[in-house]
């Protein structure tokens, strides 16, 4: 396996108007790896989510995807160059059915990678397939989010960048929503997770990220973190 990072981001300052937001924000996720960025409200992971995604340009620092630097790029360039966003707030077309969402979203990988066709999809996500014909906006929320998932998969990143996925959501489909993400790490797939929700990713993430007012202030294996009971008590506990 590579040793280069799928994504490293360096030193990002990230300001809204003049308000700085992150301060100095470094990390990078190995290939295959399930990272958590996690942080309570407020702390700065969805202004980070969209730094890396150029919907939050920075004013300092970088980001690299495979080694090629993306930031200061067009998001829509970033997502050709093999970065996959799940919003917050998901952003599915609600006037257009299940599976006319997936095709939208269907393209090839930045190398031609083609590993999302929308049978596999329909496998990984067994829930979608007899939906396939509604319209969207007619979704439960846990429906939608898992809409959102496999439609950014079907454009076949490589790295799948997720915000909050399990905001909101009845604790059932948060299982569910968790056990998708397991078998997504089991298949190789790299993924960032920005949550706020910390035993959601206790049990499906292999590294985690801390962030607090904007800077990092903890990383490591999610082992270790569940053996640090301070810093979970000092920045994660509500």
């Known amino acids: 396996m590579s040793t280069q990072p799928v994504v490293q981001v360096e030193d990002l300052d990230v300001y809204y108007g003049t308000s700085q937001i992150l301060f100095g924000v470094g990390l990078s996720v190995q290939p295959g790896e399930t990272m958590a960025l996690l942080g309570r409200n407020g702390a700065g992971k969805s202004t980070t989510m969209k730094a890396i995604m150029g919907l939050a340009p920075a004013r300092r620092g970088r980001v690299t995807l495979h080694g090629r630097v993306v930031s200061g790029l067009k998001p829509y360039h970033i997502a050709r160059a093999g970065l996959g966003f799940v919003p917050e707030d998901r952003q599915i077309f609600p006037d257009h059915t299940v599976e006319d969402n997936l095709v939208i979203g269907r393209k090839k990988g930045p190398d031609g990678q083609d590993e999302w066709p929308v049978k596999r999809i329909y496998d990984v996500f067994p829930l979608l397939e007899p939906l396939r014909y509604r319209v969207a906006g007619r979704l439960s929320g846990g429906e939608q989010q898992m809409l959102a998932i496999a439609r ?23 299982q569910r929503i968790g056990e998708l993400l397991r078998q997504l790490r089991g298949s190789g797939a790299t993924v960032l997770i920005a ?10 993430a292999s590294h985690a990220t801390v962030i607090d007012k904007g800077q990092i202030v903890y990383s490591a294996s999610i082992e270790d973190l ?13």
């Open 195 to 204: 949550e706020q929700n910390m035993h959601f990713c206790l049990g499906l």
């Open 152 to 174: 950014t998969l079907m454009g076949n990143p490589a790295l799948l960048l997720l915000d909050e996925p399990s905001e909101g959501l009845a604790p059932i489909i948060v």
């Open 226 to 238: 569940k053996a640090n009971d301070s810093i979970r008590q000092r920045y994660l506990a509500l």
